[in-house]
T-cell receptor
Framework: KAGVTQTPRYLIKTRGQQVTLSCSPISGHRSVSWYQQTPGQGLQFLFEYFSETQRNKGNFPGRFSGRQFSNSRSEMNVSTLELGDSALYLC??????????????FGEGSRLTVL | GQQLNQSPQSMFIQEGEDVSMNCTSSSIFNTWLWYKQDPGEGPVLLIALYKAGELTSNGRLTAQFGITRKDSFLNISASIPSDVGIYFCAGSHYNQGGKLIFGQGTELSVKP
């Protein structure tokens, strides 16, 4: 069974640009969550999508957005990039997300560097 | 954002030693989970706990869901070099299984 796939693995952007990250969940999983990991703040929850609807949202500015497609694949977008957005962005999938056990399976992440 | 208090922050141990780490929270959790993250990879789920007092093992790993539902610990017995990595505790509230709150991590180093 294939795991969670994230693309791209690495990317470099400059301040003010925008970026889109993609996540393909484990087959059959309907929930996708996104997390930001930085050395200073650790792992922070961004948002969760379930059946194309945002179920939960963390404390991030509106520049961070996401969506989920009918095949459960998800994308997240960060607009007007700032230096502080440099981080590892992790996608996690689960069968039912908030309705389920909370067991999340993570991808390898997309490492974003903002110059 | 909210984080769990995880300790210790780092550990340097000899191969074969046992390891213990724990997490505490100011709020009650419905689920406690323990993850391990290797460099350049995403966290991998080690153990999931769903009931207060529950004690669960996965090979040399044993974790417990605290009676108060505000804490959890992870023990690793007879450590080996491949145990090296960062261990994270995480908790989720009722009906918020997709939103995990993570501890700061415990970096484990094992000396052969």
């Amino acid at each position: 069974k294939a795991g969670v796939t994230q693309t791209p693995r690495y990317l470099i952007k400059t301040r003010g640009q925008q970026v889109t990250l993609s996540c393909s969940p484990i087959s059959g999983h309907r929930s996708v969550s996104w997390y930001q990991q930085t050395p200073g703040q650790g792992l922070q929850f961004l948002f969760e999508y379930f059946s194309e609807t945002q179920r939960n949202k963390g404390n991030f500015p509106g520049r961070f957005s996401g969506r989920q497609f009918s095949n459960s694949r998800s994308e997240m977008n960060v607009s007007t990039l700032e230096l502080g957005d440099s981080a590892l962005y992790l996608c996690a999938s689960s069968l039912e997300g908030g309705l389920g056990t909370g067991e999340l399976f993570f991808g390898e992440g997309s490492r974003l560097t903002v110059l | 954002g909210q984080q769990l208090n995880q300790s210790p922050q780092s550990m340097f141990i000899q191969e074969g030693e046992d390891v213990s780490m724990n997490c505490t929270s100011s709020s009650i959790f419905n689920t406690w989970l323990w993850y391990k993250q290797d460099p350049g990879e995403g966290p991998v789920l080690l153990i999931a706990l769903y009931k207060a007092g529950e004690l669960t093992s996965n090979g040399r790993l044993t974790a417990q869901f605290g009676i108060t539902r505000k804490d959890s610990f992870l023990n690793i017995s007879a450590s080996i070099p491949s145990d090296v990595g960062i261990y994270f505790c995480a908790g989720s509230h009722y009906n918020q299984g997709g939103k995990l709150i993570f501890g700061q991590g415990t970096e484990l180093s094992v000396k052969p």
